[in-house]
């Protein structure tokens, strides 16, 4: 589906897989553990496999979204996320293009970044890269929304401290959990292939646009 982004007021972005290569930091350190066994072959293995436990990953916190636990075991879904690799904030890097992308979509979009990730992070984030902090008008992490992605509230939220009407706002993100909240708030969905996601499954889930990587989103919405 084409989506109009003559009428597009904001662009909002996932940060891990989508703005950040944290993925292939992942990806090198489970292939360090699996190397003795895979060889040459340890990288692709574990890139496989994290792809993998993606949906799995997805459909636990959707359950514990639905059960209204998504706040109260927030403890452990940080632990899980530090126990696939996502941590520390330090050593973030900006997946090749996205600062060239950030600048030139800032002058033309109101720009903003929905995470899961706490505030800290979002502040440490921002702090490791200022030569594009500026751009970025909203913020919302697990701090600012009752419920977390899946659930529509953060690109709500965005939305309304922008003020901004929500179908006028695309989300891109690289899994299906940023598929899912575009869509249930009535946004505009762009789903990436950098990151954990892969195509069926963005598919199925309703994404407006795929592109392979975050960066080709200035491409298209400049035209």
């Not at 919302?140 to 929500?166: H, M, S, W």
Request: aromatic letters at 10%.
């Amino acid at each position: 589906m084409t989506i109009p982004f003559d009428t597009i007021d904001a662009i909002f972005f996932d940060l891990d897989g989508t703005l950040v290569d944290t993925d292939d930091e992942t990806v090198d350190k489970w292939a360090r553990y699996l190397r003795p066994f895979f060889r040459q072959r340890a990288r692709k293995v574990a890139r496989w496999l994290l792809m993998k436990a993606e949906t799995p990953g997805n459909l636990f916190i959707t359950i514990l979204d639905w059960l209204h636990l998504d706040r109260p075991l927030v403890g452990f879904t940080d632990m899980l996320r530090r126990r696939r690799g996502l941590y520390p904030a330090r050593e973030f890097r900006l997946i090749p293009g996205i600062e060239e992308a950030i600048l030139a979509l800032a002058p033309h979009y109101q720009i903003g970044l929905i995470t899961t990730r706490s505030r800290l992070h979002i502040e440490q984030f921002l702090l490791r890269f200022p030569q594009i902090a500026d751009a970025f008008q909203i913020t919302c992490g697990l701090q600012d929304t009752r419920y977390l992605k899946p659930n529509p509230q953060p690109v709500l939220f965005a939305a309304e401290k922008l003020n901004i009407p929500v179908e006028k706002c695309v989300l891109v993100g690289d899994t299906t959990m940023d598929v899912l909240a575009a869509r249930r708030a009535g946004a505009w969905s762009v789903a990436v292939l950098c990151g954990f996601g892969e195509r069926p499954e963005l598919e199925h889930h309703g994404a407006h646009l795929i592109l392979d990587s975050t960066d080709e989103i200035k491409e298209i919405a400049l035209k």
